[in-house]
């Protein structure tokens, strides 16, 4: 379980094939991997995996050949740059939302338009679900907590305020990039109540 507060900006070091599958090594900046242990979980860019030979500056994880298919880490080379949060543990704070780490589906960037000293960016999103995307509610994209401002079909807006620009990769999208995508959990689980009730 993760908040969707972004703890630092690594990088992709190398990607090896396995089979189909691909170990990634990723390597930190200013996270530090002291308390991190083989089979723990850091979001790499919003995608939940599980960590392997650690050193100082970097881990090792396997990426199954679904995982590569469903999320741009499909797209990854090296030097790709990735955000990056260890999974939450009890007492932190949650400053965010709770985010599982495993992507709904690819969303893409529509448009980028400044606002004040924010930026506001409008992405579309897969039909099947855009129903769990609503006005206030919470998304993760590419692993960041966002806030949705406006919601229209398949299109909804966030703000990126000058912090979230400067400490994730979200201020480097463009236009057409495509990105991971995770719907509130709650959203679901609510929907899925409805159901029985219904």
Not at 35 to 51: E, F, K, M, N, P
Not at 68 to 94: C, I, K, M
Request: negative net charge.
């Amino acid at each position: 379980m993760f908040t969707g507060i972004i703890q630092d900006v690594g990088r992709i070091a190398s990607l090896e094939r396995r089979g189909g599958d691909v170990r990634l090594r990723v390597e930190v900046d200013r996270m530090s991997l002291a308390g991190v242990r083989d089979g723990d979980s850091i979001a790499v860019s919003g995608v939940c995996l599980t960590v392997l030979d650690i050193d100082e500056r970097s881990f090792a994880a396997d990426v199954s050949l679904e995982t590569l298919s469903v999320t741009t880490l499909g797209a990854a080379v090296p030097g790709s740059r990735v955000n990056l949060e260890p999974a939450l543990r009890a007492g932190d704070p949650l400053g965010g939302h709770l985010v599982s780490g495993h992507v709904d589906g690819l969303a893409q960037v529509a448009s980028i338009a400044s606002d004040a000293r924010s930026v506001r960016m409008v992405f579309t999103c897969p039909q099947a679900l855009a129903r769990y995307v609503a006005r206030k509610g919470s998304v993760a994209i590419d692993g960041v907590s966002l806030t949705v401002n406006e919601v229209d079909g398949e299109a909804f807006g966030v703000n990126l305020i000058p912090h979230t620009q400067q400490v994730t990769t979200l201020g480097e999208f463009v236009v057409g990039r495509r990105v991971n995508f995770e719907v509130d959990q709650v959203a679901r689980y609510v929907e899925r109540l409805a159901a029985y009730q219904a």
